[in-house]
């Protein structure tokens, strides 16, 4: 059965950090495109973060730019998100997700095949 399981989310100070994680189980993600997506209260679900296969290409959203870092491990079937100078506005669920065909920046934009059940992040004082 495909799988994806985050971890890492939780309570952070402003200005703080945290690295989320997903683990992908029941299928290798080598050929897979990888994202981590966000949905705050009242809000709509927003791409925050997509990678290659390969890893070699990248997207982010203005809003995390120089401050989130995605990558992945093939080898442990992971990829993560590390998130720097955390602030309020970046408190929500956090998703992964992933995508069989198509490109980084596409999947940032209309989501993936399959997700995982997201874990929050909350940025308070």
């Known amino acids: 059965q495909l799988q994806l399981v985050e971890s890492g989310g939780g309570l952070v100070q402003p200005g703080g950090s945290l690295r989320l994680s997903c683990t992908a189980s029941g299928f290798t993600l080598d050929y897979y495109i990888g994202g981590w997506f966000r949905q705050a209260p009242g809000k709509e679900r927003e791409g925050v973060s997509c990678i290659s296969s390969s890893g070699g290409s990248t997207n982010y959203a203005d809003s995390v730019k120089g401050r989130f870092t995605i990558s992945r491990d093939n080898a442990k079937n992971t990829v993560y998100l590390q998130m720097n100078s955390l602030k309020p506005e970046d408190t929500a669920v956090y998703y992964c997700?992933?995508?069989?065909?198509?490109?980084?920046?596409?999947?940032?934009?209309?989501?993936?095949?399959?997700w995982g059940q997201g874990t929050q992040v909350t940025v308070s004082s």
């Open positions: 997700a992933v995508k069989r065909f198509g490109t980084s920046q596409a999947m940032c934009v209309i989501g993936g095949d399959y």
